[in-house]
């Protein structure tokens, strides 16, 4: 079992930043794939970020590359989402996901991952 706690939403104005964290507990983060997604009333929940369990791979969805920086502190067990230059279009719950692997690899699809935190709402208005 893993536990997801995220932190860190909140109301931002536009080209604003956050930063998102997610604190882990219950099993052996350094052997967990993390997930950012977000998801808006009426929509699929969908893939923003991931990061393989030892952080040396990193995937982003096209709409936040060189905005979003998806980061982890296996020491602190916690996984981070730098958000910037943000958008009203990035106004979301996020949401954190892990996936226990022994790979190096992330993880896109929500289907591919086990747990979830509660989410935290990023609201991104003027």
């Known amino acids: 079992q893993v536990q997801l706690v995220e932190s860190g939403g909140g109301l931002v104005q ?6 998102l964290s997610c604190v882990a507990s219950g099993r052996t ?3 967990v794939a993390m997930g950012w997604f977000r998801q808006t009333p009426g929509k699929e929940r969908e893939f923003v970020a991931g990061i393989s369990r030892r952080g040396g ?3 982003y969805t096209d709409s936040v590359k060189g905005r979003f920086t998806i980061s982890r502190d296996n020491a602190k067990n916690t996984v981070y989402l730098q958000m910037n230059s943000l958008t009203p279009e990035d106004t979301a719950v996020y949401y954190c ?6 790979s190096g690899n992330y993880y ?3 289907s591919e991952y086990n747990y ?11």
Do not use: I
């Not at 536009?14 to 930063?19: K, T, V």
């Not at 979830?116 to 003027?126: A, H, K, L, N, R």
């Open 29 to 31: 983060f350094s052997n």
């Open 108 to 110: 896109l699809a929500a």
């Open 14 to 19: 536009p080209g604003g930043s956050l930063r």
């Open 57 to 59: 791979n990193t995937y």
């Open 116 to 126: 979830w935190g509660q989410g935290t709402q990023v609201t991104v208005s003027s």
């Open 97 to 102: 996901a892990a996936r226990y692997t022994l």
